[in-house]
């Protein structure tokens, strides 16, 4: 069972940096595919960002120019950075992963951007 753990969430203020982490474990890290989602009760998911197992990545053009993401299989962990935050970031972060048709999802990660 794939199992994908979030962490780095907390409170910033607006123009400042935050860093998730996506730890991994139950598969063989480098054939899977990650992306990182985003999401207020009651609104749907936003995808954020993809990294493929090719080590390709790309960012959606909400947060194009301030979030990175970045992966290390040797580490199986998955890195989202956030940088220049803003109130409207403020939301759960969720990791996802997939191959071959199967999607796996961590429980998520709360940032908030506030002065």
């Known amino acids: 069972q794939v199992q994908l753990v979030e962490s780095g969430g907390g409170l910033v203020q607006p123009g400042e940096s935050l860093t998730l982490s996506c730890a991994a474990s139950g598969l063989v890290f480098g054939f899977y595919n990650f992306a990182w989602y985003r999401q207020t009760p009651g609104e749907h998911r936003e995808r954020v960002a993809t990294i493929t197992a090719a080590n390709t990545p790309s960012t959606a053009d909400s947060v194009k120019g301030r979030f990175d993401v970045t992966r290390d299989n040797d580490k199986q962990t998955v890195t989202l950075q956030m940088n220049n935050l803003k109130p409207e970031d403020t939301v759960v972060y969720f990791c996802?992963?997939?191959?071959?048709?199967?999607?796996?999802w961590g429980r998520g990660t709360q940032v908030t951007v506030a002065a």
């Open positions: 996802s992963a997939w191959f071959n048709g199967y999607e796996a």
